[in-house]
């Protein structure tokens, strides 16, 4: 049983249309035929009910039929129109194929035998178009959701088809990156990009992948064959992912990894030196005491030893705060004085290398903090300037509070500066530019570990020749133990031990 099919027709003629119904009705008793003979009460019974084939006559009265046919596409794009023309309208009837008509009739012959299947035929035909619209519509949907880049290309990297994703990203409409180059609209190059993915995949039917670098950004590009229904491999697609953040963590995943297994590593080594290194420092002592004081030669040998003792006692508290993860001793501390300590320790190697110290301290700065933490952060910055510094200079040495109630720490020097391409690399662990026995360089690396996990900040001005300072910003904090009662337990227990 064929499918009912309601059929609208427009012709002035009236005994055509009743021969029209007669016909067809005969034929094939599922079509449903109204007539109209005035084109403007067939339209409006277009827009009244829902017809699957529309038969259109070309000559009507008042109106031309292809204007017709244009209008009833303009408002039913997908409704097939059998347009009807007579002998020696051939032309016409062409140029309605060309406004969209489904199919065209010469009234000739015996024409009315056939046309109900021409019908059947224009409504089969409509019928497959929809799919076929409804299946790209779907792939283009799918095409544009995708949040990769996706084009398709043929064999001379001509952009064939481009998904809405990868036409933002060169800021331009799908359509127009059309026909245009690929290596030249995504990469502005004149030319193939070297190991393009999808010239192997024309060479080899296979997919294929390209890692590839490009304005500070990373790509992965694969290459799928898109082979035709002939078996021909015309086009390839390229499905190409922005992946510069995703490199970025995997490196400071496997950096961070590597800084782990490191600080294992380290304090295990450290801890294993101390102890042989204390046990150089205790006969170097002993030496130095029970050699006479005349004999300066050995004093100067057991000098060497002691500075030696003392570089490498450096390098391994290094080691260890860099494996050491927090903070477990922050408390109430002067800010002045401990800078003062650290001074102390080293003021006699300033007066040696001819360094004048510039102080400019804000009474009464206590704050929050882990004392070693602070003396690590001071202890480095000087050590940097005064190693900045082999002719001798001006050490700054400068804190305050700000307005926010945030700890500010001032180091600058008048040495040799800081040269700009270095800046970035400054607080990577490892960075030195000091030969090979002199820096571990790790000494900025830990300050800013350490200002980091107390949410502080620090920051570097430097030029060449005239000197660098180091601005460190600790936030403002007050005691959490102060609340929950831990320092007055603390005071107790002190007070009970003295
Ligand atoms: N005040 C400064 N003036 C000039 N360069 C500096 C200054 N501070 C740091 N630098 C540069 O930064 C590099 C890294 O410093 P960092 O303190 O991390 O390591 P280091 O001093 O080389 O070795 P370490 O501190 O472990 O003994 C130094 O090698 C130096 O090139
Ligand atoms: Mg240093």
Redesign the pocket.
Known sequence: MNETLNVLVIDDNQDQLEVLRIVLGKRDPDLKVEVYADPAAGLQALSEKSFDVVLLDYSLPGVNGLDLLRQIKDRWPHLPVIFVTGQGNEKIAVAAMRDGAHDYIIKEGDYLKFLHKTIRHAHEKAQLEKQILTSKLRLQALFDGIQDFISVQDREFNVVMVNRKFADWVEEEPDALVGRKCYEVYFKRSEPCENCPLQATFQTRQKDFLEMHHDNEVFHIWSYPMTGLDGHLDFAIEHLRRVTDQKRMEEQLIQNDKLVTLGILSSGIAHEIRNPLNIIEAARYYLSEVIPPEETDKHEKLMIIRKNVYRAS??IN?LLEFSRKKDMDAQEIDVNAILEKTLALIEKEMRVRDIEVVRELEPGLITYFDPDGLRQISL??I???I???PEGGTLYLRTRRDESGNICLE?E?T????PPE?LK??????????PIG??????????NAIVSRNGGEIK?E?EIGK??L?RVMLPRKSSPDVANGKLIENHRAEAINA
């Open positions: 450096r390098i290094n480095n910055l050590l940097n300037a190693q900045a510094m180091v020097d040495g040799i500066g800081i270095n690399n400054l607080f990577a662990p490892f960075f030195t530019t000091k002199e820096g571990t360089g790790l000494g900025l690396y830990i300050v570097v430097s000197g660098t180091f």
